[in-house]
């Protein structure tokens, strides 16, 4: 039991790197489309994704639909 406890924390932190990893990468999309004049609307779109990812994976909004015993 400890051990899948274990895995699936790892597995965690894998995640969050990643999500951490993706977040930067749409920082210096957002950079450049800004520096580009692409306008308003494009750039609310990348920081609407960036507020979904953030919302989802570290404010664990996840957690509300898996069962109880999940988690």
């Known amino acids: 039991m400890a051990q899948k406890q274990n895995t699936h924390k790892q597995s965690g932190y894998g995640q969050v790197i990643i999500v951490g ?6 920082t210096v ?4 489309m800004a520096l580009n004049h692409w306008g ?3 750039l609310l779109l990348v920081a609407s994704v960036k ?3 953030v919302i989802y ?3 664990h909004v ?5 069962a109880e ?3």
């Open 57 to 59: 994976f570290f404010m």
């Open 51 to 53: 507020a979904v990812l």
């Open 40 to 42: 308003a609307p494009s």
């Open 62 to 66: 996840s957690r509300v639909w898996t």
């Open 29 to 32: 999309v957002e950079l450049i």
């Open 69 to 71: 015993g999940e988690h």
């Open 21 to 26: 990893i993706v977040l930067a990468v749409l």
